[in-house]
């Protein structure tokens, strides 16, 4: 969702080849209604094991102690059952709708928003989405655009990064790496396929394209999968070509 391109009355449809996964782009599929990657129920993965993890990587912490930042967030649902369990989140997308959906489904209230402000915050400041391109969103910068807190404990990245071109995901790492505090998890669900079949979107990413792009700072490790070629997307993906498509959650943290 990153990149920029002049908006047309419909979404055309992408390939990485053409660059045409970009911020106008998936905006225009907001407001077309064509948003299927939405999960209206949460990432069933992602709650599978996050107790676990969270008790594995944070023993001494609650919930109240941790600062949730959600990448390229849309209306995901795993944000508000993040905030009704006590996190404090942070998410960034880059298209309107999305934002206002977020807030009027889930029937929280927001604080008055500053007219030059990008961010739409909760009543108790416990949930906060800003709104803009990603890249300009970091802690510390002294503008409108500046993050709400210095870093943040654990990052939910679901679709995120699988939306990135590949010539911008070494800069979405770096990026990502600004924000993070010393003993972060990062937890990232994305599709897994053979791109000689499909050249997405979204873009497959494997472990190594992790490692690659994070660096050796990070052990990432693969925690779990799911088979998407089933169910009624199976037929919609064999007609891309596709042979075999999973669905891999993730795990990084510092060395």
Same mark, same amino acid.
């Given at each position: 969702m990153v990149g920029k391109m002049a908006a047309t009355s419909s979404p055309k449809e992408p390939s990485a080849d053409d660059n045409t996964l970009t911020l106008d782009y998936w905006a225009?599929?907001?407001?077309? *209604?064509?948003? *299927?990657?939405h999960e209206a129920d949460g990432c069933q993965l992602l709650w599978k094991h996050f107790k676990q993890l969270f008790k594995d990587n944070f023993p001494t912490k609650s919930a109240e102690d941790i600062r949730v930042f959600v990448p390229l967030c849309g209306k995901a649902k795993d944000m508000y059952m993040f905030y009704k369990l006590g996190f404090t989140v942070v998410g960034i997308e880059y298209a309107a709708q999305p934002i206002r959906e977020f807030f009027e489904e889930n029937g929280i209230s927001v604080t008055e928003k500053k007219a030059d402000s990008p961010f739409t915050t909760s009543q108790d400041g416990r949930l906060i989405l800003g709104q803009g391109d990603l890249f300009n969103f970091l802690p510390n910068s002294g503008n409108a655009y500046e993050l709400p807190f210095p870093c943040y404990d654990i990052v939910?990245?679901? *679709?995120?990064f699988e939306a990135i071109n590949d010539e911008l995901r070494q800069k979405y790492a770096d990026h990502m790496w600004k924000i993070l505090a010393k003993d972060f998890l990062y937890i990232i669900q994305a599709c897994f396929y053979d791109r000689r079949e499909y050249k997405g979107p979204p873009l497959s990413a494997s472990q190594s394209d992790l490692e690659n792009y994070f660096g050796k700072d990070v052990c990432v490790s693969e925690i779990d999968e799911t088979d998407m070629m089933v169910g009624s997307?199976?037929?919609f993906w064999k007609g891309q070509g596709l042979t075999k498509l999973f669905a891999k959650l993730y795990v990084m943290k510092r060395h």
């Open positions: 225009e599929r907001w407001e077309s *209604g064509s948003s *299927g990657w939910w990245d679901r *679709g995120s997307r199976e037929e």
